[in-house]
T-cell receptor
Framework: NAGVTQTPKFQVLKTGQSMTLQCAQDMNHEYMSWYRQDPGMGLRLIHY???????DQGEVPNGYNVSRSTTEDFPLRLLSAAPSQTSVYFC???????????FGPGTRLTVL | GEDVEQSLFLSVREGDSSVINCTYT??????LYWYKQEPGAGLQLLTYIFSNMDMKQDQRLTVLLNKKDKHLSLRIADTQTGDSAIYFCAESGFSSNTGKLIFGQGTTLQVKP
Protein backbone atom coordinates (compact mmCIF):
# COMPACT_ATOMS: atom_id res chain seq x y z
CA ASN A 1 0.00 0.00 0.00
CA ALA A 2 1.18 3.52 -0.78
CA GLY A 3 -0.95 4.88 2.08
CA VAL A 4 -1.98 8.53 1.70
CA THR A 5 -0.27 10.36 -1.14
CA GLN A 6 -0.34 14.07 -1.86
CA THR A 7 0.79 16.02 -4.89
CA PRO A 8 2.48 18.35 -5.42
CA LYS A 9 4.98 18.52 -2.54
CA PHE A 10 5.64 22.21 -3.14
CA GLN A 11 3.77 24.89 -5.05
CA VAL A 12 4.12 28.63 -5.54
CA LEU A 13 1.11 30.57 -6.81
CA LYS A 14 0.39 34.18 -7.59
CA THR A 15 -2.59 35.87 -5.97
CA GLY A 16 -5.74 35.07 -7.90
CA GLN A 17 -4.50 31.87 -9.49
CA SER A 18 -6.37 28.64 -9.03
CA MET A 19 -5.08 25.17 -8.39
CA THR A 20 -6.01 21.74 -7.07
CA LEU A 21 -4.14 19.88 -4.38
CA GLN A 22 -4.42 16.16 -4.94
CA CYS A 23 -4.92 13.53 -2.26
CA ALA A 24 -5.33 9.81 -2.78
CA GLN A 25 -5.43 6.77 -0.52
CA ASP A 26 -5.37 3.09 -1.39
CA MET A 27 -6.61 1.71 1.92
CA ASN A 28 -10.34 1.84 1.08
CA HIS A 29 -10.86 4.38 3.86
CA GLU A 30 -14.26 6.00 4.13
CA TYR A 31 -13.19 9.12 5.94
CA MET A 32 -10.91 11.73 4.41
CA SER A 33 -10.01 15.20 5.63
CA TRP A 34 -8.00 18.24 4.70
CA TYR A 35 -6.10 20.26 7.30
CA ARG A 36 -3.90 23.29 7.08
CA GLN A 37 -0.97 23.81 9.40
CA ASP A 38 0.23 27.29 10.33
CA PRO A 39 2.96 28.16 12.83
CA GLY A 40 1.70 28.30 16.41
CA MET A 41 -1.81 27.26 15.39
CA GLY A 42 -1.60 23.52 15.03
CA LEU A 43 -3.73 21.86 12.37
CA ARG A 44 -7.12 23.24 11.47
CA LEU A 45 -9.75 21.28 9.62
CA ILE A 46 -10.76 22.70 6.23
CA HIS A 47 -13.19 20.12 4.82
CA TYR A 48 -13.93 16.50 5.44
CA UNK A 49 -15.78 13.62 3.84
CA UNK A 50 -17.41 10.56 5.38
CA UNK A 51 -17.75 8.74 2.06
CA UNK A 52 -17.97 9.13 -1.69
CA UNK A 53 -20.42 11.88 -2.60
CA UNK A 54 -20.53 13.33 0.92
CA UNK A 55 -18.52 16.34 2.05
CA ASP A 56 -18.85 18.87 4.83
CA GLN A 57 -17.13 21.99 6.08
CA GLY A 58 -14.61 22.07 8.85
CA GLU A 59 -13.29 24.95 10.92
CA VAL A 60 -11.76 27.06 8.11
CA PRO A 61 -13.55 26.25 4.81
CA ASN A 62 -13.62 29.70 3.18
CA GLY A 63 -11.68 29.90 -0.08
CA TYR A 64 -11.59 26.13 -0.56
CA ASN A 65 -13.79 23.64 -2.38
CA VAL A 66 -13.77 19.85 -2.25
CA SER A 67 -15.50 16.96 -3.94
CA ARG A 68 -15.44 13.20 -3.37
CA SER A 69 -16.43 11.36 -6.51
CA THR A 70 -14.51 8.21 -5.58
CA THR A 71 -13.49 6.56 -2.32
CA GLU A 72 -9.83 6.94 -3.21
CA ASP A 73 -9.54 10.63 -4.12
CA PHE A 74 -10.29 13.83 -2.25
CA PRO A 75 -8.97 16.89 -4.12
CA LEU A 76 -8.85 20.35 -2.54
CA ARG A 77 -9.44 23.30 -4.85
CA LEU A 78 -8.33 26.87 -4.37
CA LEU A 79 -10.43 28.95 -6.76
CA SER A 80 -8.61 32.28 -6.31
CA ALA A 81 -5.49 31.97 -4.19
CA ALA A 82 -4.75 34.59 -1.53
CA PRO A 83 -1.57 35.15 0.51
CA SER A 84 -3.51 34.09 3.62
CA GLN A 85 -3.66 30.60 2.12
CA THR A 86 0.10 30.21 2.36
CA SER A 87 0.39 27.14 4.55
CA VAL A 88 1.23 23.47 4.70
CA TYR A 89 -1.72 21.30 3.73
CA PHE A 90 -2.24 17.79 5.02
CA CYS A 91 -4.68 15.20 3.84
CA UNK A 92 -5.72 12.39 6.18
CA UNK A 93 -7.85 9.29 5.97
CA UNK A 94 -9.29 6.73 8.35
CA UNK A 95 -11.44 3.64 8.23
CA UNK A 96 -14.82 3.52 9.89
CA UNK A 97 -14.45 3.24 13.61
CA UNK A 98 -10.65 3.00 13.51
CA UNK A 99 -9.06 5.42 15.94
CA UNK A 100 -6.08 6.14 13.76
CA UNK A 101 -5.99 8.71 11.01
CA UNK A 102 -3.26 8.31 8.44
CA PHE A 103 -1.66 11.51 7.22
CA GLY A 104 -0.07 12.29 3.91
CA PRO A 105 3.37 13.96 3.70
CA GLY A 106 1.90 17.41 3.07
CA THR A 107 1.91 20.07 0.38
CA ARG A 108 3.75 23.31 1.11
CA LEU A 109 1.92 26.15 -0.66
CA THR A 110 3.17 29.71 -1.01
CA VAL A 111 0.91 32.41 -2.44
CA LEU A 112 2.71 35.58 -3.50
CA GLY B 1 -16.72 25.58 20.91
CA GLU B 2 -14.12 22.87 21.00
CA ASP B 3 -10.62 23.96 21.92
CA VAL B 4 -7.34 22.23 22.69
CA GLU B 5 -4.43 24.06 24.32
CA GLN B 6 -0.78 23.10 24.68
CA SER B 7 2.38 24.83 25.78
CA LEU B 8 4.56 25.64 22.78
CA PHE B 9 8.03 24.53 23.82
CA LEU B 10 9.80 22.06 26.10
CA SER B 11 13.52 21.44 26.44
CA VAL B 12 15.00 18.44 28.26
CA ARG B 13 18.31 16.64 28.50
CA GLU B 14 18.82 13.24 26.95
CA GLY B 15 17.90 10.52 29.42
CA ASP B 16 15.48 12.70 31.38
CA SER B 17 11.72 12.27 31.31
CA SER B 18 9.60 14.67 29.27
CA VAL B 19 6.07 15.62 30.18
CA ILE B 20 3.91 17.38 27.60
CA ASN B 21 0.60 18.77 28.80
CA CYS B 22 -2.68 19.49 27.06
CA THR B 23 -6.09 20.80 28.09
CA TYR B 24 -9.30 20.39 26.14
CA THR B 25 -12.83 21.67 26.40
CA UNK B 26 -15.09 19.08 24.76
CA UNK B 27 -16.23 16.67 27.46
CA UNK B 28 -17.94 14.47 24.86
CA UNK B 29 -14.66 13.50 23.20
CA UNK B 30 -14.44 9.76 22.73
CA UNK B 31 -10.73 9.51 22.08
CA LEU B 32 -7.76 11.73 22.85
CA TYR B 33 -4.63 11.40 20.79
CA TRP B 34 -0.96 12.23 20.73
CA TYR B 35 0.62 12.72 17.31
CA LYS B 36 4.30 13.27 16.53
CA GLN B 37 5.59 15.36 13.65
CA GLU B 38 9.22 15.22 12.65
CA PRO B 39 10.69 18.07 10.57
CA GLY B 40 9.31 18.15 7.03
CA ALA B 41 7.06 15.15 7.60
CA GLY B 42 3.42 14.41 8.16
CA LEU B 43 1.86 13.40 11.45
CA GLN B 44 2.33 10.00 12.99
CA LEU B 45 -0.01 8.62 15.63
CA LEU B 46 1.98 7.91 18.79
CA THR B 47 -0.75 6.75 21.11
CA TYR B 48 -4.33 7.40 22.08
CA ILE B 49 -6.54 6.95 25.10
CA PHE B 50 -10.22 6.19 25.33
CA SER B 51 -12.12 8.75 27.35
CA ASN B 52 -13.18 6.25 30.03
CA MET B 53 -9.56 5.42 30.88
CA ASP B 54 -7.27 7.22 33.31
CA MET B 55 -3.94 5.95 32.13
CA LYS B 56 -2.35 4.10 29.27
CA GLN B 57 1.23 2.89 29.06
CA ASP B 58 3.00 1.88 25.87
CA GLN B 59 6.72 1.19 26.26
CA ARG B 60 8.36 4.56 27.03
CA LEU B 61 5.09 6.46 26.68
CA THR B 62 2.59 7.04 29.47
CA VAL B 63 -0.64 8.92 28.88
CA LEU B 64 -2.56 10.31 31.84
CA LEU B 65 -6.11 11.59 31.53
CA ASN B 66 -7.83 13.70 34.17
CA LYS B 67 -11.41 13.97 32.95
CA LYS B 68 -12.50 16.24 35.77
CA ASP B 69 -9.92 18.88 34.84
CA LYS B 70 -9.97 17.98 31.12
CA HIS B 71 -6.22 17.57 31.23
CA LEU B 72 -4.15 15.14 29.18
CA SER B 73 -0.43 14.53 29.51
CA LEU B 74 2.18 12.54 27.65
CA ARG B 75 5.24 11.34 29.52
CA ILE B 76 8.23 10.10 27.56
CA ALA B 77 10.66 8.15 29.72
CA ASP B 78 14.40 8.15 28.97
CA THR B 79 14.02 10.83 26.30
CA GLN B 80 16.33 10.41 23.31
CA THR B 81 17.53 12.90 20.70
CA GLY B 82 15.35 11.04 18.19
CA ASP B 83 12.32 12.16 20.22
CA SER B 84 12.95 15.76 19.17
CA ALA B 85 9.83 16.73 17.24
CA ILE B 86 6.53 18.58 17.53
CA TYR B 87 3.90 16.75 19.58
CA PHE B 88 0.24 17.42 18.97
CA CYS B 89 -2.59 16.66 21.30
CA ALA B 90 -5.93 16.08 19.54
CA GLU B 91 -9.46 15.13 20.39
CA SER B 92 -12.24 13.61 18.38
CA GLY B 93 -14.84 16.33 18.53
CA PHE B 94 -17.78 13.98 18.28
CA SER B 95 -18.70 10.72 19.91
CA SER B 96 -18.95 9.02 16.52
CA ASN B 97 -15.92 8.97 14.31
CA THR B 98 -16.35 11.30 11.38
CA GLY B 99 -12.66 11.71 10.75
CA LYS B 100 -12.68 15.12 12.44
CA LEU B 101 -9.94 15.93 14.88
CA ILE B 102 -9.39 19.11 16.87
CA PHE B 103 -5.68 19.75 17.35
CA GLY B 104 -3.70 21.77 19.84
CA GLN B 105 -1.03 24.16 18.65
CA GLY B 106 1.73 21.60 19.11
CA THR B 107 4.59 21.41 21.61
CA THR B 108 8.11 21.51 20.22
CA LEU B 109 10.28 19.11 22.21
CA GLN B 110 13.99 19.85 22.12
CA VAL B 111 16.26 17.12 23.48
CA LYS B 112 19.77 18.22 24.31
CA PRO B 113 22.58 15.64 24.29
Amino acid sequence: NAGVTQTPKFQVLKTGQSMTLQCAQDMNHEYMSWYRQDPGMGLRLIHYSVGAGITDQGEVPNGYNVSRSTTEDFPLRLLSAAPSQTSVYFCASSYGTSVEQFFGPGTRLTVL
Amino acid sequence: GEDVEQSLFLSVREGDSSVINCTYTDSSSTYLYWYKQEPGAGLQLLTYIFSNMDMKQDQRLTVLLNKKDKHLSLRIADTQTGDSAIYFCAESGFSSNTGKLIFGQGTTLQVKP
